[in-house]
Nanobody
Framework: VQLQASGGGVVHPGGSLTLSCVVS????????MGWFRQVPGKEREFVAA????????VYADSVMGRFTISRDLAKNTVYLQMSSLKAEDTAVYYC????????????????????WGQGTQVTVSS
């Protein structure tokens, strides 16, 4: 399984950006996919995750109502749509795939994801 994240860039506060994560080597039809972020000197933190099919999305409190995790099954791609971006959203964003079937309470833990993309930088600055 390989994950290829892209879509990062520089955006003004209040702006929007959509990150993509192309998945190869497995199907997204039944999966748990997550997005995490990390800034230098800090631990990687949970942003959003979702189980397909039929699972509800889980979001960090800091991004609730502003970020949306979704997928395009035909493209085997997971997205993170980000809006109303703030300076504190600046980080390297990583997509991740869980090999095991996780329950919702396990979505937030880094250790529960076995495969990671390479990261894409998001900078929110005026």
């Amino acid at each position: 399984v390989q994950l290829q994240a892209s879509g990062g860039g520089v955006v003004h506060p209040g702006g929007s950006l959509t990150l993509s994560c192309v998945v190869s080597g497995r199907t997204l039809s039944r999966s748990v996919m997550g997005w995490f972020r990390q800034v230098p000197g800090k631990e990687r933190e949970f942003v959003a995750a979702r189980r397909w099919p039929g699972g509800s999305a889980v979001y960090a409190d800091s991004v609730m109502g502003r970020f949306t995790i979704s997928r395009d099954l035909a493209k085997n791609t997971v997205y993170l749509q980000m809006s109303s971006l703030k300076a504190e959203d600046t980080a390297v964003y990583y997509c991740a795939a869980a090999e095991k079937s996780l329950i919702t309470s396990q979505f937030r833990r880094v250790v529960n994801y076995e495969t990671w993309g390479q990261g894409t930088q998001v900078t929110v600055s005026s």
